[in-house]
DNA sequence: TATATGTTGACTTTTTTTGACCAAGGCGTA
DNA sequence: TACGCCTTGGTCAAAAAAAGTCAACATATA
């Protein structure tokens, strides 16, 4: 079974798909009808489903003719979406962190599974070495894990 | 006898062999009720059993219609490969071999372009942290490297 | 007997759903 | 023009539903 965001998510994914334009334009309180919720559960996949980092922008209007429009951002050239990647991954990354990252670059298209699994291993193993066998601070870790990350990424933008 | 975990493993083999899918979803809450334990004992078997480094990826998602998504990763032919790919990293590896291997990895089809980038990044980056930044001895670096490339491929030849 | 592997449960964190209350824009009317 | 009123969207917090972590304890294996 399936939650209602991940319906209504996938949903407006379809929206994009049939207009094949960068942006849609859609009403709260009509989706939320459509759907048989209340209005709030539409931010909310929006926060959680179309945000920045998932490479979408939002913008809105409240009052009558109000709207809220999705656009989904396209890199036009690598150079932009190395800056972008570098940006997503900060001074310091936490194992959790990472991970919601390289699923949402994997469900971008953005690597492969195969680099996602590679790029998994060789996180787990920098972590390993770093708490076994330098016996680093959690935080030193997490700097490191940045590091390696934003290495891999800018290097892969450019490939 | 035979332990839970590996009555548990065993049996979310035969999933993937049923749905001959390389991806199966499944509840935690389920999967340790149909077999009488508690829920944590699961993560214990996915870290056991079915790590990257074990071939798989693992996707999940917490609260309410939670999943747990185990994909397989299947790779290139090369069956027998896997074994002989390991000993051809010995216990040591100096830079230059390593890249040497990697080359002739790709020209077999192997590894994709790609893929032979990203592991050179990441051998260079742990090759600089060993030496900057805990001053680590040459032999230790090679060790080291041999390590992180033998998980690597292992992990990669992983049916 | 040590060490590695497996089992358990208490506690934590994340995600989704819902509803009450807040804010802003447009329109009609005094 | 100014003031309400209706229409929309926004925020926040609580509750519920999973899954994750961690460390103690147990069992198996070398």
Redesign the interface.
Known sequence: ???LT?VIGDYIVTLFDDSDKSEIVLRRKDLAEKFGCVPSQINYVLRSRFSPEQGFLIQSQRGGHGYIRIMQIRFADCDECAEHLEDLVGSAVSEQDAKRLM?SLQERGIV???????????L???EE?GRVL?DLPPYKRDT?RA??LR??LV??AM?
């Not at 492969?112 to 060789?122: A, K």
């Open positions: 079974m399936s939650s991940k699923v492969t599974t195969r680099e996602r699994l590679l790029i998994e291993v060789v787990r193993n920098q070495q330098f490191m590091d390696l290495r891999i290097s892969l490939a």
